[in-house]
């Protein structure tokens, strides 16, 4: 499998594109797209059937084998042995369930006569940091261990924070060799709860950098950091970031896992629809799920969710796409989706627009300076239909609405993404396809908007009692380039 750039990079040579390997530790393609593979696997009912109860780590190679040709078989299947296992995946509400990684849980069973219907939640947050990213995050650290180790180089990872994503990165690259962690968060302006996860690690590569300043200050150093041609590659400076085709192309997995369970009732015929509900950001999760259908599995609908920055809802519904500044996005009670713009749109434009680089650029050329586009008047919005997406906004008011109704009606205590998501999914529920919502973090990491909704504090899971009491590693620097520079020189090498 050979990788190419939406913006048209190897396609356009003569010499056959980067493997999965190559494009593993490296961010935008060479000449500012993102890679995609050249052709999606496709995979039929015989697969479908083959796979339909294997165990998630057999399950995830065989659907990542078909992207990832280039490490041997063995150590594949072995990496995802050790990334998937019940002890990793504990903290869900039914610790029983942990070897399923991504148990369904029906909040409405389909109709038991004609197998119809029904509404679940995926649980994709049983990880170490109660948040769907670790399921991609924690076997990027495996890749990232695996691969420096044979090609005999490291890697100083430097990020900055609100919350999620750096814990998720430091949890899933605590201990390993070949791999430091350095990760600015804003100093005093996290919830106890997030600092205490990410400052009470005590492993030796993971460095804790709060500055005296806002999250966009600490982005700021890491966006001057990374502008040091120089200093970057002394120091082997490299990222996690969302647009990373390994997290991605790790996201695929789930959905097929979620189909399975989703039909393996009683009467599941093996080839009916299942419709999926996100709730979108960057549009990372999103994008798996239209991998996945692009695939072979039969997705119905892809319900996309959003909050109050509703840039792609807007899109899906008019055609237009119009990135917001950062003054212009709202800071609400669903942070990890507060975005302005959607790192990871450009995949799915590329496969609208007939995966013509050309158009992707003359897009991406109003994006890049600032502007927006708009396909309405173009054969591609007609086209949307063909690729399942629909759309769909939400409130804090409907949070809260949602929080309540899902705690009285079935006993489930959801948090405010995933309620961003069950708001959108009834809108487009259907009797003859189940609908799939995808929970994408534990309640319990966003307590404050729980207690306003329901008067009282969502469970904890048994391993995280008590952690705001562990003792802390953090240090704390000036808003200073120099001084994080200065930092990341003695503790490297
Ligand atoms: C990151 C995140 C999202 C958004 O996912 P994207 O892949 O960015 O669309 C939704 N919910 C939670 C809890 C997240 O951490």
């Known amino acids: ?57 057999v399950l995830a190679f065989q659907v990542l084998s078909r992207f990832i040709d280039d490490v041997p078989a063995d150590d594949l299947l072995q990496l995802l042995e050790r990334t998937y296992t019940a002890e990793v995946y504990c903290h869900g509400r039914n610790p029983a369930q942990a070897a399923d990684i991504t148990p369904l849980r029906w909040l409405q069973a389909p109709d038991p006569v004609h197998d119809e219907g029904g509404l679940a939640l995926l649980e994709l947050s049983n990880g170490p940091t109660l948040a769907f990213k670790d399921m991609a995050m924690q076997l990027l650290g495996q890749l990232f261990e695996y691969t420096l180790a044979k090609r005999c180089e490291e890697i100083n990872i430097l990020g900055a924070t609100s919350g999620d994503t750096g814990s998720s990165a430091e949890y899933a690259m605590r201990g390993k060799a070949g791999i430091r962690v350095f990760m600015l968060s804003p100093h005093q302006r996290m919830s106890a709860f997030q600092r205490a996860q990410m400052y009470s690690l005590t492993d030796a590569n993971i460095f804790n950098i709060a500055v005296r300043g806002m ?71 999103i994008c798996a799920g239209h991998i996945a259908r692009m695939m072979g599995l039969p997705i119905g609908r892809l319900v996309l969710a959003t909050n109050e920055n509703d840039v792609l809802d807007e899109f899906f519904r008019t055609g237009v796409y119009r990135p917001r500044a950062t003054s212009e996005t709202f800071a609400t009670s669903s942070p990890s989706m507060d975005i302005s713009k959607a790192s990871n749109f450009e995949r799915f434009v590329f496969d609208l627009v007939g995966r013509d680089p050309a158009i992707v650029r003359e897009l991406w050329a109003k994006v890049d300076a600032g502007g927006a586009f708009d396909l309405s008047g173009t054969p591609f919005l007609a086209r949307l239909p063909e690729f399942g997406f629909v759309s769909g906004a939400s409130t804090h008011a409907d949070r809260l609405t949602t929080i309540r109704q899902t705690c009285e009606r079935y006993g489930v205590i959801v948090d405010t ?17 189940p609908m799939v919502v ?56």
């Open 1 to 57: 499998m050979r990788y190419l750039s939406t913006r048209g990079y190897a396609a356009d040579q003569s010499h056959s594109g980067p493997t999965f390997s190559e494009i593993l530790l490296a961010g935008l393609a060479p000449d500012g797209g993102l890679y995609l593979p050249e052709s999606y696997p496709r995979v039929g009912q015989d697969e479908l059937d083959a796979w339909r109860s294997l165990p998630y780590p």
């Open 215 to 285: 999250f966009d200050d600490a982005q700021d150093i890491v966006k001057a950091v990374s502008n040091d041609h120089a200093f970057k590659a002394r120091y082997k400076i490299g990222a996690v970031n969302s647009i990373n085709w390994a997290r991605v192309a790790a996201q695929v997995v789930y959905y097929f896992k979620g189909y399975f369970a989703a039909t393996g009732g009683r009467n599941g015929q093996n080839n009916r629809l299942v419709d999926f509900a996100v709730p979108s950001g960057n549009f990372g999760n």
């Open 417 to 433: 993404h995933t309620a961003d998501a069950l708001k959108v999914a009834e809108a487009w529920r259907r009797t003859d396809a």
């Open 438 to 493: 995808l929970e994408t973090a534990l309640p319990v990491k966003f307590e404050e908007t729980i207690v306003e909704a329901l008067g009282r504090h969502p469970e904890r899971p048994a391993a995280l009692q008590g952690i705001e009491n562990l003792p802390q590693r953090v240090t704390v620097l000036d808003v200073d380039v120099a001084a994080v520079k200065r930092f990341i020189e003695s503790h490297t090498g």
